[in-house]
């Protein structure tokens, strides 16, 4: 251990890490709720892809290279520099005055919230032994799994409107209450954290740190939002298969060029000779399964709960209670176990074997469910997933020395991230395909025809109607139903708006079931394809070869 940092200050020390590291978790679900009310303030629906995809982006490109900075100029300095970029990041996103300037000031939050994700696993490798980290990646999984349900029900809070200290809150207060955290977590880390380096040399890696973000940017720009970021070429008449081969082909050729640089590199951002550790190269692959099939319980669930049974926002993220209740219990004591025995496989693959039984599971729910039938469940997949996830970096970190910490945890980080960024799109495709396969032709649907004719209503039904329109339409009922009353009442004769009115509500509660019913059936394809996901990465976890967790720290960094 770091023999001049006391039990005492390693404890403040992780605070702070997780503190910082809750923040960027939490940002990924707290900024959901608020996209309603930021585009429609900036009356700019268009743009909607670009405020996520702007953060995964940068985040994405970022961690690798944090990963190894940090080896090189310390965790300290990285560390802060992540908080501090994130939290200006924050400020300026509350304070943006058009969502061109949102969306920029999101990259900046990004690249941010990658330095601290990179680092704030590999600190507790740095200062404990790999037979005690499994305490804190236990912790470190809590503290996800609190984000998915304050994310939602914060957010949502927030953007309705209530008074904090004599002001009102909206969209803008989900990004300034990451700053008074920000400045606690960045005044702890300056403190107390030591400057854990390992490099004595330095010479960074600029052609690798260039090829590898142009591959990764063109991968997240080829899955995520690119029908909504190429709007303009598309309108121009450029295909957007076109456009997502033309960015395939480029990741692909910039992903060679990187792997040949990184070969002649004095210090590579991803060491190639890593991937000769088949622990390293196994649990990086199962990582990547992992995040796409996190994303669909957790992702998805959400959204059923939302259009199936009618939930809010806030109401859907409490709904979620007993799968986060369930990931906290397992990662806590899992931590806590593996500790104590020194072995952690047995943990994963149980781990994952629960969660991928309860993904699929999960087909099993219909709108006549009740929900503890669903809560039933998703405990087991939280379990699971509390089992499971924390442990991946304990084992990747068991196989490396100090000096290479940093670059080995951030690599795992970005499968992950990458299995969550390419996994999103693919369910969203499986969702839209569903749906629109259910339903036919949307603008023979008798409802969307009665839309059009309102003035109320023709504005969402602009341009193709897909399967978002549709799902937005069926959110929106109670709305629409409100706004046609007063169409209503202006015809000439109580009966004949009685037989209207009937006619309406008619052809909207078919519409409601049809697209609930197609949504369902779409979602359960999505969990099965989850399911699928955890058992590869289960095949995957079993391949690796076991080694016991070693109770001491070879190789000690210097302050």
Known sequence: MLHHITQREKLIVMLAVMSGLFLVALDQTIIATALGAIVNEFDSFSSIGFIVTAYLLTSTVTVPLAGKLSDMYGRRLMLLIGVIVFTIGSLLSGLSPNVEYLIGWRALQGIGGGIIMANAFTIIGDLFPPRERGKWQGMIGAVFGMSSVIGPLLGGWLTDGHAIFGMTTDWRWTFFINVPIGIIAGFVIARYCPSIKHDSEHAPDYLGAALITIALSSLVLSVDNTEAIFKSLIESGVSLGFIKGTLTVIALGAGAAFVAAERRAKQPIIALNFFKN???????????????????????????????????????????????????????????????????KRFILTGFAIAAIGMLSLITLDPESPYWHEAVIMAF?????????????????????????????????????????????????????????????????????????????AKMLDGDITADTLLQVNAQKDTIKSGAEASFAKLPSEKLQQKVRSDFVTKQNNFSDMIIDAFTKSLHNIFMVSSVLMVAAFILVSFVKEKPLRSGMSHVPSE
Not at 304 to 317: K, P
Not at 381 to 400: D, R, T, Y
Request: proline share 3%; aromatic share 8%.
């Open 278 to 344: 088949r622990t390293f190269t196994l649990m990086t692959a199962a990582m990547l399964f992992f995040g796409a099939a996190f994303l669909g319980a957790i992702l998805y669930l959400t959204q059923f709960n939302q259009q199936v049974f009618g939930a809010t926002a806030s109401q859907a993220g409490l709904m979620l209670l007993p799968m986060v209740g369930g990931l906290m219990v397992a990662s806590i004591g899992t931590g806590q176990i593996v500790a104590r025995v020194g072995k952690y």
């Open 381 to 457: 997949v939280g379990l699971g997933l509390g089992m499971g996830m924390p442990i991946i970096n304990l084992a990747v970190q068991n196989e490396f020395e100090q000096k290479d910490l940093g670059s080995a945890t951030a690599s795992v980080q970005l499968f992950r991230g990458l299995g969550s960024t390419v996994g999103t799109a693919l369910m969203s495709g499986i969702l839209t395909a569903g749906i629109i396969s259910s339903v036919g032709t949307p603008q023979d649907i008798p409802y969307i025809q009665a839309l059009k004719q309102s003035p109320q209503s």
